[in-house]
């Protein structure tokens, strides 16, 4: 498991054989395309391969550190989109109406209790399964999915209904021709950005990112070397599933209509977008979520047919990936098929 | 042995008061209603059956009525087995003459081939899906609801009246969505004032739709025709809203719900949305109907589709009284029905059985809540739809 050392060289490598996919091979077929039209496009692959990119992250630390696939994590999603919900629920009937601070105690809320989530479900679901097969694991996180989500739908008030969700970022737009520039999104994909960045930080700067590594790279090494795995774990998923509370924030406020099936779709996206970059590397999770938005795009734009076989041609495209090159995209140094 | 004795002196009793009941009263003739009357639609159902069953009940009230009408109620839990079960049953019960059957689609199209091959008259009351007369050409099988090509057709009047020019069309990939594409494609290019500059299929679970907005917003149609259901449509809208198309949203009986303006507050504003029936009290025999309906003072309202199970059953009734009890009769004069009155408005069928001036309205939602298009204020020209002259 050599997963989460995510060197750099190897991104860039990445990068020159695999970036050309969606963007440059579309330009010239659409020569006639305005080019305020192909603004617009590539903005909402900007803004949809954030979210999938910061789902892809969680599957992949979760994977790193446990060698597990937790099928919950887009269900977490939904969680903490809604916990932003009611916490802006709650803040409203408290007569607070200033947008920065309720977007403030939102994101907060919603981020500390998708870590306390996250940190519980490792703890009393995963972290048990540890010693049976790893069918189990994916099994039981795949019905607490399910859980989750019909919790939504059945506890919160009218949960089957799409809910609305504030604009709470400025509105402010700059129309550019057919290319709508808005304030909201720059911002979004500005704060989505620095938290991928922080992540990378903390993974690669401090000792915490070191004993995550550490406890990726060989549990046993890193017990021996006086690391508390217990608490690794769970510091780790506490932190995926706080980027899945950031991701549904962002989600709703991008959308603003949030549904309690948000995650099933986000999770099934997230989870294809960390495997096409690489189960256990963060740069090949943000890389195949960034590729499947593009691909979606592509397929949405591009193909003769309708728009309705978009999906059916990403996932092609991912299956045909996935055929060429088993580990991913960025492969781990050691590949482990045991 | 005076147990004896006692026992055949009741007998006879009881022998000799039903002859002497059954010399004076009417024959008796037995009917049958199927509906959805438990699950998760069943208010629709109960409500069909209240009214099929205040049918027979101011039938059975009629002294000029010849006979006496006994009304047989079968469950079909809004499930295709279910129903195939129960209509089975009630076709091969001789006794039963005809029905008045089904609210949803699913349970009355997996019908109509039993229905047709025991050769029993039904007058489904209020299932919309077209293939259900239009599939086959069975004479046992009429509806007295309108279809989605019936609102497909008010819609695309509607549009074409108002003076638009260009829609682009977004539909749900399912037979749902695939059906209102249809009717209302070939509805539109029949006036020939509209065209469709570009038509999109979407799953019907779909969160971003901003790449086929985008598209869209690079055609700039006049309006967006959307056939599909509540959830998609808010996220649709929505995402317009964000992408800054101004055009029209115009929805079908699939977004006729509260939940579509809770979920999108004051952007629901201005969308327009069509559905088979009218509001019971708008009907032409509307307000008869429902003081009927309340003297009878059954436990749930009549819901949507009520009047429509009260005109199918009564024109079941009326056509026993007119040929008598006898399926194939039946079936022969149903295939005469013509501009006939009921509660609803004319009905006449066609060569399917299908009610070809079925009750359609439409609606604008205004202020948050569905109006009537005809009695709001954007067909007074108080308000203007975007891009409406």
Redo the contacts between chains.
């Keep these: 498991m050599a997963g989460l050392v995510p060197a750099v060289h190897v991104l860039t490598a990445g990068v020159k054989t695999w970036m050309p996919g969606p963007m440059p091979a579309r330009r010239g077929e659409v020569s006639n395309?305005?080019a305020g039209?192909f603004a617009?496009?590539v903005m909402?692959g900007l803004?949809?391969g954030m979210m999938y990119a910061l789902v892809a992250v969680g599957f992949t630390l979760f994977f790193g550190v446990l060698d597990v696939i937790k099928f919950s994590h887009g269900d977490v999603l939904t969680v903490g989109a809604f916990t932003a919900l009611a916490a802006y629920a709650g803040l409203r009937a408290l007569g607070i109406n200033s947008s920065w601070f309720e977007l403030v105690v939102m994101l907060v809320l919603a981020v500390f209790a998708m870590a306390f989530l996250g940190m519980a479900i490792a703890r009393y679901l995963v972290m048990p399964l540890r010693s049976a097969p790893a069918l189990n694991t994916l099994l039981i996180t795949l019905m607490l999915g399910t859980v989750l989500r019909e919790c939504v739908r059945l506890f919160y008030p009218?949960g089957a209904?799409?809910?609305?969700f504030p604009a709470l970022l400025p509105r402010a737009?700059l129309?550019l021709g057919?290319f709508?520039l808005?304030l909201d999104n720059v911002l979004m994909l500005f704060a989505g950005g620095l938290v991928i960045v922080g992540l990378q930080y903390v993974l690669n700067r401090t000792k915490l990112g070191l004993a995550i590594r550490a406890v990726a790279q060989d549990e046993e090494t890193a017990r021996t070397m006086g690391i508390n795995f217990t608490a690794i774990v769970l510091i780790t998923f506490a932190i995926g599933s706080g980027l899945a509370a950031f991701a549904g924030v962002m989600n709703g406020l991008?959308?603003?209509?949030i549904?309690f099936?948000?995650g099933?779709?986000?999770g099934v996206i997230g989870f294809s977008a960390a495997i096409i970059g690489g189960l256990g590397s963060i740069y090949g999770a943000i890389l195949g979520g960034f590729l499947f938005a593009g691909l979606?795009?592509v397929g949405?734009?591009l193909l003769p047919f309708?728009?309705?076989y978009?999906?059916v041609f990403s996932f092609a495209v991912v299956i045909a990936i996935m055929a060429w090159r088993p580990t991913g995209l960025i492969r781990e140094k050691i590949s482990e098929r045991v | 042995m005076t147990t004896i004795y006692r026992t055949a002196a009741a007998i006879a009793a009881i022998a000799f008061s039903f002859a002497a009941a059954t010399a004076d009263a009417k024959d008796k003739v037995k009917v049958g209603f199927i509906g959805p009357l438990t699950g998760g639609v069943s208010v629709n159902g109960l409500g069909g059956r209240n009214s099929a069953d205040l049918a027979v009940r101011l039938r059975n009230a009629d002294p000029k009525a010849k006979y006496e009408y006994e009304m047989v109620v079968l469950d079909d839990e809004c499930k295709p087995n279910v129903a195939v079960q129960v209509a089975t049953k009630m076709a091969a019960d001789k006794d039963i003459i005809a029905g008045a059957t089904h609210y949803c689609s699913a349970t009355a199209i997996a019908t109509v081939d039993t229905y047709h091959k025991f050769g029993f008259p039904v007058i489904v009351w209020g299932a919309v899906l077209p293939d259900i007369t239009y599939r086959n050409k069975y004479d046992e099988v009429h509806r007295v609801n309108g279809t989605m090509i019936n609102q497909n057709d008010a819609n695309a009047e509607l549009i074409s009246k108002l003076g638009y020019k260009t829609v682009a069309v977004i539909h749900d990939?399912t037979d749902y969505g695939k059906g209102h594409n249809e009717y209302f494609s070939k509805a539109l290019a029949k006036l020939g004032k509209a065209n469709i500059v570009g038509?999109?299929?979407?799953?019907a679970?779909q969160?971003?739709f901003?790449?086929?907005l985008?598209?869209i917003?690079?055609l700039n149609p006049d309006v967006i025709y959307f056939g599909g259901l509540?959830?998609i449509g808010?996220?649709i809208r929505?995402?317009m809203d964000?992408?800054?198309i101004k055009a029209v949203f115009d929805g079908t009986s699939g977004i006729v719900s509260d939940?579509y303006i809770?979920?999108?507050?004051p952007l629901a504003e201005g969308t327009l949305a069509f559905r088979e029936g009218a509001p019971t009290e708008k009907l032409p025999g509307g307000k008869f109907f429902m003081d009927k309906y309340n003297a009878q003072k059954y436990d749930n309202p009549p819901e949507a589709y009520g009047a429509f199970a009260y005109a199918a059953m009564d024109m079941i009734l009326d056509t026993i009284e007119k040929v008598g009890p006898d399926r194939k009769k039946v079936i022969a004069e149903l295939g005469n029905v013509k501009d006939r009155d009921s509660i609803v408005g004319k009905i006449t069928f066609d060569d399917h059985g299908q009610n070809t001036v079925p009750v359609i309205t439409k609606y604008v939602v205004q202020d948050g809540k569905f109006v009537e298009w005809d009695d709001s204020e954007y067909a007074g020209g108080k308000r203007k739809l975007p891009g409406q002259k």
């Design positions: 395309m305005d039209v617009q496009y909402n803004m949809l009218q209904n799409p809910k609305p737009s129309d057919e709508n808005r991008y959308y603003n209509e549904n099936g948000i099933l779709y986000l979606q795009i949405t734009v309708a728009s309705a978009k999906d | 990939t038509t999109f299929g979407v799953t679970d969160q971003d901003t790449a086929e985008t598209k917003k690079a509540t959830p808010v996220r929505s995402q964000k992408l800054g939940a809770q979920g999108l507050g």
